[in-house]
């Protein structure tokens, strides 16, 4: 499998976007005293996961290895998506949930499992006082806000996320047979746009969620032949505020 994206123009793009959430991150930690502990940590963990997942992207495309890539795209979305969603609403809650939910998955194989090892029942004490400082939205105590990604894709207004990017990713996940020999036509074109452009447009797009909330960051990016063939579009991920004042400033020129 190749993309029709030329490859120096891909890389090119993965290194900027990789620049944007590494200055997001230097940005997050200068503010990280007045940021409630919980969002902040859970932000920093997600960037870090979006940096390195992007990087990986960058070694397997230099070495020609396309297929990988949709393997590690498909946690860029999963990342992505649960930023959004943590920043749409009651933030600091749902920054709880989303790093306390993994202790509680250990509590209930804990309590579950039949041998006793050493400590076990100070470590499910502990686990219980985190368990505690969870209220989850939905009531699937599986996930980590109480509902699935397909509903927290719903409650965004981003379905077609789940039905089309989630989905096809999905596929290249799991052990099937894939079709390795496609160069062209619309379904080459929708997997080059979906690793090429619309993950990283999604990841803009869960950037500028904390610049709403804290101002961090001022800037974007701009991709070629998008979304046609001889169009550009530009991404801010400026907040609505910062880019108002940058509209007065260029009126009163």
């Known amino acids: 499998m190749d993309i029709i994206t030329p490859k120096t123009e891909a890389l090119h793009d993965f290194g900027q976007i990789i620049k944007l959430h590494e200055m997001e991150l230097k940005e997050l930690f200068g503010k990280k005293n007045e940021i409630d ?25 230099e070495n020609n290895l396309i297929q990988p890539c949709l393997l590690i795209a498909r946690p860029i979305v999963e990342n992505c998506i649960n930023l959004l969603y943590i920043y749409q609403r009651d933030t600091e809650q749902r920054s709880k949930n989303f790093l306390r939910h993994p202790g509680c998955s250990l509590l209930k194989d804990l309590e579950e499992a039949k041998e006793d090892a050493p400590g076990k029942n100070k470590m499910i004490e502990g686990l219980k006082v985190l368990n505690d400082q969870i209220k989850r939205s939905g009531e699937n105590k599986k996930y980590w806000d109480g509902k699935n990604f397909k509903t927290m894709c719903a409650e965004l207004g981003e379905e077609e996320i789940y039905k089309m990017w989630y989905t096809r990713l ?13 160069r062209k036509g619309p379904y080459a074109q929708f997997i080059d746009d979906l690793l ?17 909330k804290y101002n961090l960051l001022e800037g974007g990016m701009v991709f070629k032949n998008y ?5 550009i579009l530009i991404f801010s991920i400026s907040s609505k505020k910062i880019e108002e004042q940058t509209s007065k400033q260029i009126e009163n020129l």
């Open 170 to 182: 999905s596929k290249y996940t799991h052990s099937q047979y894939k079709n390795r020999s496609i």
């Open 196 to 212: 090429t452009k619309k993950i990283m447009l999604l990841s803009l797009q869960a950037l500028k969620s904390i610049n709403e």
């Open 37 to 61: 502990s919980n969002i902040f940590d859970s932000t920093e963990f997600v960037l870090r996961e979006v940096i390195e997942l992007y990087k990986s992207i960058i070694v397997l495309m």
């Open 227 to 231: 979304p046609r063939k001889g169009e």
